[in-house]
């Protein structure tokens, strides 16, 4: 890559050459919504991000962008650059990245748990269950339950409940 090593991309940066390159072209505004959308308060958060990531990843020559016409409007259409397909590739298969715990907020509050009372506690530890239980039950991407984000997104959050309440019989 000639403007910067692959290991350098952040997961935002991932995150939006992947919708990039998902779509074939988009603009930012259209990542924008992605993230807007995102089940995840930590993805739809960074949507206001993604105007100076786009002039970022286009400065670094893994976007490609393109002046085009929505309606009345000018509007630049991104596609990636072959070092941004090489880039993506790169950061899609980094298992380190991939299997490291990052940023949980439940995974976190279950360590300190302790500190509520047992009222609190308890009523925390049934909150969160139904929470997930209604997480697993929505489909938060576009195209309905059989589409693979929708199924993604429920396994995964099952998966997120089952580990949630075996923790909390330890508590």
């Known amino acids: 890559m000639s403007h910067g090593s692959v290991s350098e991309l952040t997961e935002l940066e991932g995150v939006a050459l992947s919708v990039v390159a998902r779509s074939g072209t988009m603009t930012a505004y259209g990542v924008k919504e992605v993230l807007a959308g995102s089940p995840s308060r930590f993805w739809s958060g960074s949507a206001g991000a993604v105007y100076p990531l786009m002039k970022r990843l286009t400065k670094r020559g893994l976007l ?3 002046d085009t016409a929505t309606g009345r409007r000018a509007a630049t ?3 990636l650059s ?19 715990p990052g940023i949980d907020p439940l995974r976190f509050r279950l360590l300190y748990l302790s500190l509520l ?8 530890i049934s909150e969160v269950s139904q929470r997930l239980a209604e997480a697993m039950a929505a489909h938060p991407f576009p195209g309905g ?6 199924r993604n997104h429920q ?9 949630f309440e075996e923790a909390a019989k330890e508590l």
């Open 64 to 66: 490609s962008p393109s």
């Open 77 to 79: 259409t991104y596609t």
């Open 82 to 100: 072959p070092d941004g397909q090489r880039a993506l590739r790169a950061w899609l298969s980094d298992v380190d990245k991939a299997v490291d």
């Open 117 to 124: 009372n047992e009222n609190e506690k308890q009523q925390f």
């Open 145 to 150: 339950p059989d589409v693979f984000d929708n």
């Open 155 to 163: 396994i995964w959050m099952k998966a997120r409940r089952q580990a």
